[in-house]
């Protein structure tokens, strides 16, 4: 393949797996005697700085037999002052041990790689074409989504760090929607046979989801879904002519456990319309380096986690019943959680950087997933259109027809604008909703559709308190505001040795020894000091919340629920 002066060359050589690292080896004609060189801070589609040049190490930048000392800038970039325009090579090392969808990793059995974390950026040829090789073991294939040889050219270094590179002895299998050639690689093995329907509910998604926004697949001429099967494991990461998933094999050979499967293959292939081709104003051009704020974080993601349940009903693969079950298991510990009453849906997408993938057990006290949230936001506006002879689905191809080819982007008032154009009130609601903590009326609408979302009580002894004892030893790990173990005075990392003068050894054990008394004396322990407190026993708590169907509805709100049901 030929390769212009102007190009750069970039060769990965995966070798040697059992050293779960890889080398890369990286050239180019400079144009301009100062270059900069940048390694991502983060990788597309997750959003966190998660510094990928901790993985990077024996960097060496040579010219015409010359090692250069670049300056180190930033901790990922660095600068080189050359002395002529002579063709530079960068030669370094990834360590591979960390199995993400958005990491690279690599053992004797296979290699993952997202390149965004491997892949060192030349500032001044971003858009130049790159000439990917890979030097493999001679009994893997190289899987990417449009080739299966060791060789391509892409167009500038964004295609070239959006292509994940997958290797094993697996041989991906083959299948065709709408005209356009899909692959599955299933890496991984099992105790048990797959399902015999795998495939074709793989095709049966692709479908429902073509269907939902009425075009062909926008990658046109090749689709990849990478599939790691794993014990323990659950995740995707969408590309724009891929998806690569993680998920645990137990899992699968359980009614729900399959479904949920389908539906995060259906919210990754969505993503190749909705984020990947349809994107914030932000993110239109990625800045590798740093936090790019965005509010549209919860259209991007949280309507595709609303429209990945419905998909499975669209795709044949669901039930009426079911697809609302699954919706009351989206939104329940939404609104079990007190931090949709502190944090607003424009806030989330905007902080997801520092809260949502930081998140630990009592971050649902201070804040909301834009994922969640989005959804129940997507939910209620697709009644609210409906009711208007419009739907959800109608303003997500309104939007792609109008973005799909721009450059530039959507905005908030894109979104709100183009609800505007079917419901002004709908539109002036939004902005409450995306804007104001707990301003969605969920069960308002949810009635005009014949559908009760109440609570669920259940009577249970309850102090307010998550526990954990992985550690061997009784932890809390949240404690609920306003409730009896916060009122006692109890905080995190308090361990907890007995209540009403019986040893806690377990967390489950909790319920038990409160129920003793409607107060108990709790010992515990703090940074190495004992204390003593008293704490009161609630006999009732609201632990989930669920959809049912009100049989006496009217004519016209049944009419209505249909029309939601149909999806698109």
């Not at 609920?480 to 905080?491: D, E, K, T």
Request: aromatic share 10%; with cysteine; glycine share 4%.
């Amino acid at each position: 393949m030929y390769l212009e002066s102007k190009d750069v060359s970039v060769s990965i050589s995966i070798s040697d797996p059992s050293t779960q690292s890889f080398s890369v080896e990286i050239s180019w004609v400079p144009t301009s005697l100062t270059q900069t060189i940048i390694l991502p801070s983060w990788t597309p589609g997750s959003y966190k700085i998660r510094d990928h040049v901790q993985n990077l190490h024996s960097l060496k930048i040579i010219q015409k037999d010359t090692l250069l000392i670049p300056e180190r800038t930033k901790i990922n970039s660095w600068q080189l002052q050359l002395q002529s325009l002579d063709s530079v090579t960068i030669k370094y090392i990834i360590e591979a041990k960390t199995l993400t969808v958005r990491t690279c990793y690599i053992d004797p059995d296979f290699a993952s790689l997202s390149l965004s974390a491997a892949i060192i950026q030349i500032v001044s040829h971003r858009y130049n074409k790159h000439l990917l090789n890979i030097t493999k073991p001679s009994n893997w294939n190289i899987v990417l989504p449009t080739r299966t040889d060791n060789t391509r050219l892409f167009n500038n270094y964004d295609e070239l760090v959006d292509t994940p590179i997958h290797a094993s002895e697996y041989l991906p299998v083959e299948f065709c929607v709408e005209e356009c050639k899909h692959k599955v690689l299933i890496i991984g093995t099992t105790p048990f046979q797959l399902p015999n329907s795998l495939i074709s509910d793989f095709i049966s998604i692709c479908q429902a989801t073509c269907k939902l926004m009425n075009t062909k697949p926008p990658s046109l001429d090749s689709y990849l879904f990478v599939l790691i099967l794993l014990e323990k494991g659950y995740g995707g990461l969408e590309h724009d002519n891929a998806s690569v998933i993680h998920y645990s094999w137990k899992n699968l050979v359980t009614e729900d456990g399959y479904r949920k499967f389908l539906q995060l293959i259906g919210h990754e292939y969505l993503h190749q319309w909705n984020v990947r081709r349809l994107r914030p104003a932000e993110y239109t051009v990625y800045d590798y380096s740093s936090v790019k704020i965005s509010d549209s974080l919860w259209f991007a993601e949280g309507v595709t986690s609303y429209y990945d349940l419905a998909l499975t009903l669209l795709a044949g693969r669901s039930d009426t019943k079911t697809f609302i079950k699954d919706l009351s298991d989206e939104f329940s510990s939404l609104f079990t959680s007190h931090g949709r009453l502190i944090h607003s849906l424009s806030d989330s997408s905007r902080e997801a950087w520092v809260k949502l993938y930081n998140a630990t057990a009592s971050s649902i006290d201070t804040q909301v997933s834009y994922y969640r949230l989005g959804a129940a936001v997507a939910f209620c506006l697709d009644v609210r259109l409906r009711e208007n002879n419009s739907s959800l689905a109608s303003i997500l191809r309104t939007l792609w027809n109008q973005f799909k080819y721009s450059s530039i982007g959507y905005k908030r008032v894109d979104i709100i604008n183009a609800i505007k154009d079917v419901d002004g009130m709908t539109a002036v609601d939004l902005v409450k909703w995306l804007d104001i903590p707990g301003a969605l009326p969920i069960q308002q609408i949810a009635k005009s559709i014949g559908l009760d979302f109440r609570p669920a009580s259940k009577v249970e002894i309850n102090a307010g308190l998550t526990l954990d004892d992985k550690s061997g030893l009784v932890r809390i790990i949240r404690v609920l505001p306003g409730s009896p173990a916060q009122i006692a005075g109890l905080v995190l990392d308090d361990e907890l040795i007995s209540i009403g003068g019986f040893r806690l050894r377990k967390a489950k054990d909790l319920s038990v020894l409160l129920s003793k008394s409607d107060e108990n004396s709790v010992i515990y322990c703090r940074h190495g000091r004992i204390g003593e407190s008293k704490i009161q026993s609630s006999k009732e708590s609201t632990n989930k919340w669920e959809f049912t169907i009100d049989h006496n509805s009217t004519r016209d709100v049944i009419t209505l629920r249909e029309k939601w049901l149909e999806i698109i």
